[in-house]
């Protein structure tokens, strides 16, 4: 059910970033984001990118190896490391650290002017404009840094976002977060309302990691969540 949600792209056009945006995540490194998040195909047993990028990707594990998509209780909560899914796909993928999604977020320059919640084709989420950002048409109406308990200040519809698109701007949907509980329950929290992304930077703690997370108020890097939870994955591609 979950992987219905995903329209998968698989091993086609793993050389693509999202437009032409380029994003600073330090102040000597530049990258680009891929064009979706990160999905998995059990039935080919292949990594890919959701076909849009307002469409939701699949959920993640750390140290899932051949077999992200596990829901064995006991079998997640062997986690001790990261297996960067960006090394599962061709083209020099990676995983952002902790303190690079606090760069791009808050460190780069007019950061808080580059950021904001939006609505693309129903789905929440939040919109983060390139470095190279060039404004003009397609800037028209974008509400900068807008974090008030709304979803309605930035709303793009396919042909919309299409333009923003193309200038580099990239989108991180709000899919929540998906746990199993100690009675192993499936339990899927969040949907629409946050976003919870992972890095690859333990917290320092033998089971918890940092995320970036977001929801229609605020978006930091400073909070951690348990390894075992499934998170969404937004790779990058260095310059």
Not at 17 to 32: A, E, I, K, L, Y
Not at 57 to 64: I, L, P
Not at 117 to 123: D, I, L, R, Y
Not at 183 to 194: A, D, E, P, Q, T
């Amino acid at each position: 059910m979950l992987m219905a949600l995903s329209v998968l792209m698989v091993g086609c056009e793993f050389d693509k970033p999202t437009g032409d945006g380029v994003f600073s995540v330090s102040s000597t490194q530049q990258v680009r984001f891929a064009s979706g998040n990160l999905v998995y195909d059990s039935v080919a047993k292949a990594y890919g990118f959701a076909q849009h990028q307002y469409d939701y990707g699949d959920y993640f594990r750390w140290n899932t190896g051949s077999n992200p998509l596990t829901l064995d209780f006991d079998f997640i909560y062997g986690y001790d490391s990261i297996d960067d899914w960006g090394s599962h796909i061709d083209g020099g993928w990676r995983t952002l650290t902790h303190d690079e999604w606090n760069y791009v977020i808050s460190g780069r320059a007019d950061a808080a002017a580059k950021c904001g919640v939006a609505t693309v084709c129903g789905m929440h989420g939040i919109v983060l404009l390139p470095d190279n950002w060039s404004g003009g048409a397609f800037n028209a109406g974008f509400d900068e840094n807008r974090f008030d308990n709304s979803w309605d200040k930035n709303v793009y519809d396919a042909s919309a976002w299409s333009d923003m698109e193309k200038a580099g701007a990239v989108f991180l949907p709000a899919w929540g977060f998906h746990i199993r509980s100690a009675g192993k329950l499936l339990l899927v929290r969040g949907i629409g309302s946050w976003g919870n992304y992972w890095s690859s930077t333990s917290d320092g703690s033998t089971n918890r990691a940092y995320v970036m997370f977001f929801n229609n108020l605020k978006m930091d890097a400073i909070h951690n969540n348990y390894r075992h939870y499934g998170l969404s994955v937004r790779l990058v591609r260095d310059i």
